[in-house]
């Protein structure tokens, strides 16, 4: 009898945990939002009452999908056994890449994942995230002690930002390959001074001086799906928090997809003007890359523009205007990388690498709402996206 239950106890743990692993993929995949519970049956291979017997509901499966990928990070964490080690720093390194390629899909679960978790749920998640990351900064520090604190957390948070955009990668390229170029990246952040950072430099302004309703709605819309989600959102509160009411709203977009399209539309020019004031300042590479870089910062720290339109191109799938701007995205980041190969001759496959990295590492930390208001906070950014680039 008790042999019995046990194997129908270990069967449930199974099960459990290969639906939270169908879950896993499906959502880094499509977006919590186009993914349904019978879309994690199917893949699963059970039927969506069984899922019922595990889970509440998919925001439950959300939730346990995440907390298994903190456990994972806290695992790899105590196995690195960092307080012990000769060259804490090395094994932190080693550690937390490997965990990273061998569970591609784990830290893209923790990047938007907040947007569909409740309050406490979310408070969970950082504090035990936060607990890691506070025992990286104390391995980075304990071999290099001239760091403060606060500049090995800046590091710490860097190195979960990089791993977590080359494990990304690693699905789509030879695994071994990616390891050991994340793994240089890595190496290269953990060296890094953020307090060497120097004051940003002056970026062009875009703006308007006299902002219509449109542009109010856009503003409104853009910090909304930036908190809550494009899902979560809806008109009537769009409307609101300009002082309208939601059929309001449709006078000026036919419907909430259109918003969307209007503030990706939007952050399309921002990433033009900054690319042209570029290559219009300098005819050099690493002038044109570090002015970029600062740019990039100045607009992802001012509005949640850029950050809204990169995140939000799964919902656009479809609409007749998202390829024009996913195809701006593409090439704008493709300059970038074309620019770092023109440096130093590294490979396409390195620099498109170290681009994502530096990418990550800003629009990581600007989902963290403590992080921006710090005065250093754009200049050390923008200090350690060039570092990871070798720039």
Not at 323 to 345: F, K, N
Request: hydrophobic share 45%; aromatic share 6%; proline share 4%.
């Amino acid at each position: 009898m008790t042999t019995t239950r046990a194997t129908r106890r270990s069967r449930s743990i199974d099960r459990r945990r290969q639906l939270i692993d169908a879950a896993t993929v499906l959502f880094a995949e499509r977006g919590y939002a186009h993914v349904s519970v019978a879309d994690i049956a199917r893949r699963a291979g059970v039927s969506p009452p069984t899922v019922y017997r595990h889970f509440a509901d998919k925001q439950a499966l959300l939730y346990a999908a995440v907390q298994v990928r903190v456990d994972e990070l806290e695992a790899s964490t105590d196995a690195a056994e960092l307080e012990s080690s000769d060259d804490p720093t090395e094994a932190l390194a080693a550690g937390v890449t490997a965990m990273c390629i061998a569970n591609p899909h784990a830290t893209s679960l923790w990047r938007w994942s907040g947007q569909h978790l409740t309050a406490d749920e979310n408070a969970d998640v950082v504090r035990r995230t936060r607990t890691v990351l506070r025992r990286w900064a104390s391995a980075i520090r304990s071999s290099r002690p001239e760091l403060t604190e606060r500049e090995s957390m800046y590091l710490a948070g860097a190195v979960l930002s990089v791993v977590g955009s080359g494990a990304g990668r690693a699905v789509r390229g030879n695994v071994d390959d990616v390891e050991a170029m994340v793994l240089e990246l890595v190496r290269r952040t953990v060296e890094l001074r953020p307090a060497d950072a120097q004051p940003a430099h002056q970026t062009p302004n875009f703006g308007y001086d006299a902002p219509t309703r449109r542009d109010e709605i856009l503003d409104a819309a853009a910090k909304m799906f930036a908190d809550q989600g494009f899902a979560s959102t809806g008109m009537d509160e769009i409307g609101a928090a300009v002082g309208i009411t939601g059929p309001s709203v449709y006078k000026h977009f036919p419907s909430k997809i259109a918003i969307l399209v209007g503030i990706s539309q939007r952050s399309a020019m921002r990433l033009e003007v900054g690319v042209m004031a570029a290559y219009a300042g300098s005819s050099e590479p690493t002038a044109r890359l570090g002015a970029l870089v600062d740019h990039y910062v100045d607009s992802v720290t001012s509005t949640p523009d850029l950050l809204v339109g990169f995140t939000s191109a799964y919902v656009l799938a479809g609409d007749p205007q998202a390829a024009e701007l996913l195809a701006v995205q593409r090439r704008y980041v493709a300059r970038w990388v074309q620019l770092l190969v023109e440096i130093d001759s590294r490979t396409e496959a390195s620099a498109v690498l170290a681009v994502h990295a530096a990418l990550a590492i800003v629009n990581d930390a600007v989902r963290l709402p403590r992080s921006t208001p710090r005065p250093e906070f754009a200049a050390r950014m923008a200090y350690l996206m060039k570092g990871v680039m070798g720039v």
